[in-house]
């Protein structure tokens, strides 16, 4: 059975700190998608990546793929409060992992 | 405009009620989803449809059943609801399937008492 997992699952960071999101999945899989999630709120893609190697970045955030080691990581660079959500992580079959919610504080 | 919508947006019910959820989009996608998130926060996918076939359909209770009269519709329709279906259903829809940016719509709180 495919499992995902993101560690850590509660992460309290400073602003301007950096930090990263790891997500490991169980079997082979292409393709991984990252989301945010407000509190109360739907989910918004943050990205989505096809290949091994792949990296995305987008403002403070930037994911990467490596489909041999069966990881990405989404990287945090300079937090600010308004990252503060939970991120998920899903694989092509669309299984997410727990979540990571991320509470950046002054 | 919005892009995934849902309705209703809240849902308290009885336990052994039949209740429908909607969502319809309007991006053109040809692939539409339904995600159930628990009370922890934890993400199932439940159903997937392309242009109105059925491709995935997870472990989900026969109760469930979704209904695609077009592709720019994706209904839930539950039947007999049981206090553990309470959750936050949800709609998605992407362009043609995996590797497609998915958008979300704005969820469907569904509590039974």
């Known amino acids: 059975e495919l499992k995902v997992e993101q560690n850590p699952l509660f992460l309290s960071m400073q602003e301007g700190k950096n930090y990263t999101i790891y997500c490991n999945y169980s079997t082979t899989s292409d393709r991984l998608y990252w989301y945010r999630q407000d509190p109360g709120k739907s989910l918004e893609s943050l990205f989505v990546l096809l290949s091994n190697g792949a990296v995305k970045q987008e403002g403070r955030l930037m994911a990467s793929l490596d489909t041999k080691a069966r990881l990405s990581t989404l990287h945090i660079t300079a937090a600010v409060h308004d990252l503060s959500a939970t991120y998920f992580c899903a694989v092509s079959e669309m299984r997410f992992g727990a979540g990571t919610r991320l509470t950046v504080k002054p | 405009d919005t892009a995934v919508s849902q309705t209703p947006k809240y849902l308290v019910t009885q336990m052994g009620n039949d209740k429908s959820i909607k969502c319809e989009q309007n991006?053109?996608?040809?692939?539409m989803y339904w995600y159930k998130q628990d009370s922890k926060k934890f993400l199932k996918i439940m159903f997937s449809y392309n242009n109105k076939e059925l491709i995935i359909n997870e472990t989900v209770p026969n109760r469930f059943s979704p209904k695609s009269p077009d592709k720019a519709h994706l209904n839930l329709h539950i039947n007999s609801l049981e206090l553990g279906d309470s959750a936050v259903y949800f709609c998605a829809s992407s362009q043609s399937g995996s590797g497609d940016t998915q958008y979300f719509g704005p969820g469907t709180r569904l509590t039974v008492l």
């Open positions: 991006l053109g996608h040809d692939t």
